[in-house]
């Protein structure tokens, strides 16, 4: 019995010093965030994009898979298509932004590589499994994400991009459709951020 209790009393330890490495990554809205969706119809494709990206990373550079914990997202009714009634229709009668704000992807799960570490300097492109909230529904998502770690002045970041598709009817969006445009129902979303260490 003693030797059992040890045992649990050394492996709580350990995981809590494991967690104790773990870097605290902020991301702040503006600066280098960007946050871009291409919508395409037989005939027309537009952009529409925010800047408005916050969230925090949790994550030991030496061992990522064991460490990471995600929370990023995104404020929707701040998405910018370029003409100011096509963003009123988007967030009205599609995102619904008024009663649902944001986009959220949270927790991460490293599914590769193995044994995936961050060193300054170098890119490194691992594959994340998460949770994505979005118009009230949440749905796993995988996605392979770009990372560098960076030492800007003494302080320590994480540079960040992926890009992946979503199905609008996946998360019980209604098609947009500006006079006889139909828009594809798969919307291809790129991330772009920059996480700074607190």
Known sequence: MLRTTLWLLGLLLLLLAGSARAEEFVVRPGGANKVVFLS???VESFEGKTAKLEGRIAVDPAAVG????VRVEVDLASLDTGIAKRNQHMRENHLETAKYPKAVFTGATVAGPAGARLEAGRPVAFEVEGTFALH???RRLRTTVEVTLEDQGGKRQLRFKTAFPVSLAAYAIS??????LKLADEQAVRVTGVATAE
Request: charged share 20%; no cysteine.
């Open 40 to 42: 395409k119809a037989p």
């Open 175 to 180: 098609r947009p459709q500006f006079l006889f």
């Open 66 to 69: 064991d460490s990471i914990t």
């Open 136 to 138: 009230g529904v949440s």
